[in-house]
């Protein structure tokens, strides 16, 4: 008979080896000009090479924390809200609505969230989640070289981190709120019924500095 796992206990979720799909520098190329002046305007690094350098080594720490394709193909470093139709009305909410609230679900490396900071929302205004707080390396399998590098120093990091190193930015200099969480739990974001345009919210924007969850924000974001 084979056996249950008791409904109480979470399944653990299979381990991804880095050495799988070795990374390709000329992957680099799939950067399009766009992408690479919005990391020269946050950078300031404006040669070429270095900049290329720059984004492979950051690509390189990251990808044994969790080798996630879009790490490999470099789309970490790509800005893609801009790429939707409706991205002009996104920025004019920002302009039109006092106050108004913008929410990077799945953010990663926050490289849409600057985008859209960088094309005029106001950096105090904008919020973002991710499932990846945080992932200890021993969860890992051990990497070999030469991904076993920058490895062994290092027992935590994250994503978010990793942006502001991408990006040469901090929590001071890019002060976004991050509010780490699983958007398809009810702690961090309970779905409640639709509300219908124009309706009053019975609740104050809370300080987004001190979120802890999504759940506050009902009724308060503009554009998602």
Known sequence: MAATVPSHVEPKAPKRDPNAFPLDERM??????????????????????????????????????????????????????????????????AKQREGAIFLDVGTCFGTDLRKVVSDGWDVKNVVATDIHPGLAYSSLPSPSPPMATKVADLSRLDFWEMGHKLFHTTPVSFPAAFVPGNALTDEHLKVFPVLPPGSAVDTPCPDLGSLTSLNSLRGHVSAI
């Open 28 to 93: 680099f190329s799939l950067l399009r000009e766009e992408d690479l002046e919005l990391i020269k305007q946050y950078t300031g690094i404006q040669d070429r090479e270095q900049l290329k350098a720059h984004v492979i080594d950051i690509q390189k720490e990251a990808y044994p924390v969790m080798p996630y394709q879009c790490i490999r193909y470099f789309s970490f470093a790509a800005s893609r809200i801009n790429r939707i139709p409706s991205y002009d009305h996104i920025l004019k909410l």
